[in-house]
């Protein structure tokens, strides 16, 4: 792993989250919207479409090495942005330890 993208994923769960709400203001062409962490991505009420998820989920790997899709095909964390947050956190958190665990050996 790299220094940028260990670096991106020592990030607190309020930084990724803040760089998730302007990746989406991106996607969403500048729309002001006020997000939370409870603002459903995708569904009824939902900020971006099935079309902009696939953006959303190639974003998320270019920036964290996260791979969204890899082993959890019921997308359960792209209910709200906080699920999204949460998600990402963890997996990031795992390729640090990973990351640890690999150069103490």
Not at 16 to 35: A, M, P, Q, T, Y
Not at 46 to 57: E, H, K, P
Request: proline share 1%; aromatic share 8%; charged share 25%.
């Amino acid at each position: 792993m790299n220094a940028q993208i260990y670096a991106r994923c020592r990030m607190s769960k309020e930084e990724i989250f803040l760089d998730i709400c302007s990746k989406l203001r991106e996607i969403k062409n500048g729309d002001k919207i006020d997000f939370s962490h409870s603002t459903p991505l995708l569904g009824e009420g939902g900020v971006i479409g099935s079309l902009s998820v696939i953006t959303l989920v190639d974003w998320c790997f270019d920036k964290y090495k996260v791979d969204l899709i890899d082993d959890d095909l019921s997308l359960n964390y792209l209910e709200t942005i906080g699920d999204l947050t949460e998600y990402i956190l963890v997996l990031c958190q795992d390729l640090v330890q990973n990351k640890m665990r690999g150069s103490a050996s």
